[in-house]
Nanobody
């Protein structure tokens, strides 16, 4: 099993920055890909950013150039640096880890972009 715990959400003004952190524990060697999804009220959950395999990154078109996903060498922390935030980035952001047994999810953290 894999355990995930997010931190770093909050309220920020448009144009501001936030950094989300996901602490990973458990069967880290079983992780195939890892990243962040988000879900806004009334909308479907969408993939924001992910790291696949040894380091290939993938971003949603809506966040390219503004968000950066990274992982520490020990693979125990995944970060999502979010810059130039927009009101439409407001959502619950959840960390996930994909394994051969299926995905694991964190509890989610609220990000609100508002003036």
């Amino acid at each position: 099993q894999v355990q995930l715990e997010e931190s770093g959400g909050g309220l920020v003004q448009p144009g501001g920055s936030l950094r989300l952190s996901c602490a990973i524990s458990g069967s880290i060697v079983s992780i195939v890909d890892i990243g962040w999804y988000r879900q806004a009220p009334g909308k479907q959950r969408e993939l924001v950013a992910q790291i696949i395999g040894i380091g290939t990154t993938n971003y949603a078109d809506s966040v390219k150039g503004r968000f950066t996903i990274s992982r520490d060498n020990a693979k125990t922390t995944v970060l999502l640096q979010m810059n130039s935030l927009k009101p439409e980035d407001t959502a619950v952001y959840s960390c996930y880890a994909g394994t051969y047994r299926g995905p694991y999810w964190g509890q989610g953290t609220q990000v609100t972009v508002s003036s």
